[in-house]
Antibody, heavy 120, light 110 residues
Framework: EVQMLESGGGLVQPGGSLRLSCAAS????????MSWVRQAPGKGLEWVSS????????YSADSVKGRFSISRDNSKSTVFLQMNSLIAEDTAVYYC?????????????WGQGTLVTVSS | QTVVTQEPSFSVSPGGTVTLTCGLT?????????PSWYQQTPGQAPRTLIY???TRSSGVPDRFSGSILGNKAALTITGAQADDESDYYC??????????FGGGTKLTVL
């Protein structure tokens, strides 16, 4: 059974940093691109960032470019999202998502999400 | 900047058929955008329904189907049930690793 378990969310002050983790199981992790998708309270879904199976290629939305970085550790089947210079608009539930194959392939499985709140 | 468009809300009667659409403010949606559809109920993670235009995700009943209708991607629900009342999101691939979600459609079954 495919599972993704996010962790690392919490309350952080504006300008602060946070690192999210997503531990995956039930599939050959290194064969699949992974993504982070977020959802602000009461709002729709927003794609944040993707990483290829090898980790060699990464892509990010303009709204987070230069502040967030995605990485992965295939030996631990874990993907990370390092979030720096956080602003109030980054407050959201962050979902980890598995892609069918590469970064240009769709998402088929989702984690349950972790809440990030940016507030003083 | 191209925006992905969805109907903000839609209503369907139990047992009825409804088609939700996913378009672009500039241009037409085609299979090269790899349109996907997700269902989300309040407080829950999204669930993948359809990807690559018309491929049903594992466990999704065949009353959910995807297609291209005219210049938009479409999600059709046949024989709507009460538990289909959810938010539905589409996403399109814009190239260079970039995906853009539509604003979502709130479907009411009544």
């Amino acid at each position: 059974e495919v599972q993704m378990l996010e962790s690392g969310g919490g309350l952080v002050q504006p300008g602060g940093s946070l690192r999210l983790s997503c531990a995956a199981s039930g599939f050959t992790f290194s064969s699949h691109a992974m993504s982070w998708v977020r959802q602000a309270p009461g709002k729709g879904l927003e794609w944040v960032s993707s990483i290829s199976g090898s980790g060699a290629n990464t892509y990010s939305a303009d709204s987070v470019k230069g502040r967030f970085s995605i990485s992965r550790d295939n030996s631990k089947s874990t993907v990370f999202l390092q979030m720096n210079s956080l602003i109030a608009e980054d407050t959201a539930v962050y979902y980890c998502a598995k892609r069918v194959s590469g970064t240009n392939s769709p998402t088929d499985y989702w984690g349950q999400g972790t809440l990030v709140t940016v507030s003083s | 900047q191209t925006v992905v468009t969805q109907e903000p809300s839609f209503s369907v009667s139990p047992g009825g058929t409804v088609t939700l659409t996913c378009g672009l403010t500039s241009g037409s949606v085609s299979i090269t955008y790899y349109p996907s559809w997700y269902q989300q109920t309040p407080g829950q993670a999204p669930r993948t329904l359809i990807y690559n235009t018309n491929t049903r995700s594992s466990g999704v009943p065949d009353r959910f189907s995807g297609s291209i209708l005219g210049n938009k991607a479409a999600l059709t629900i046949t024989g709507a049930q009460a538990d289909d009342e959810s938010d539905y999101y589409c996403v399109l691939y814009m190239g260079s690793g970039i995906w853009v979600f539509g604003g979502g459609t709130k479907l009411t079954v009544l």
